[in-house]
């Protein structure tokens, strides 16, 4: 079992920045692959970004490419997606997933961001 619990959300306005951390517990943080996927209302949940176990590949939804980078230590169990030039579009509850086969996933954070 893994937990995880995502921080760091908030109002921010297009342009800004925001940095989202999600902390795990339970196993391995360094055997698992993570990411970062997000739900807007009325829509699907969507993939964001992703980091191999190692931290040694990244993975990027084509429209967060150049302006997010996803990022972990696996000496503090923790993800990390920092978020640059936001634009509204990038509004939506943003949630950390662990694993590939069996996965978890946290509570979500709410990103908003205002024009």
């Known amino acids: 079992q893994v937990q995880l619990v995502e921080s760091g959300g908030g109002l921010v306005q297009a342009g800004g920045s925001l940095r989202l951390s999600c902390a795990a517990s339970?196993?391995?943080?360094?055997?698992?692959?993570m990411g970062w996927f997000r739900q807007a209302p009325g829509k699907e949940r969507e993939f964001v970004a992703a980091?191999?176990?190692?931290?040694?590949?990244?993975f990027y939804a084509d429209s967060v490419k150049g302006r997010f980078t996803i990022s972990r230590d696996n000496a503090k169990n923790t993800v990390y997606l920092q978020m640059n030039s936001l634009k509204p579009e990038d509004t939506a509850v943003y949630y950390c997933?662990?694993?590939?086969?069996?996965?978890?996933w946290g509570q979500g954070t709410q990103v908003t961001v205002s024009s």
């Open positions: 997933k662990a694993g590939l086969l069996r996965v978890y």
């Open positions: 339970g196993r391995t943080f360094s055997n698992y692959a």
């Open positions: 980091i191999k176990n190692s931290g040694s590949s990244t």
